[in-house]
């Protein structure tokens, strides 16, 4: 969440299987195994993925630059998300 300053403890059930992580300046996704994708940290820099979290299903590789992350899916399509 937005005031988590990089902890996970707003996430750390979630975060099993894990196969990658990227990170923003304040935020970090994780690529699970499932190919569902966990976030947190600044929701601004890409912390916070609710409003795309429904398209997130299929997510083959994440992406960060400082302020966004983006996914490409196993369709090729490509979903972003954070400072745009």
Known sequence: DATSHGHTRSVEAQ???VQVIS???SAFAAL????TVVTWGDAATGGDSRHVQ???KDTRHIEASDKAFAAILGNGSIVTWGDK
């Open 15 to 17: 975060l099993r299987n």
């Open 23 to 25: 990170a923003t300046r």
């Open 32 to 35: 699970l195994a499932d190919g």
């Open 54 to 56: 429904e398209l997130l």
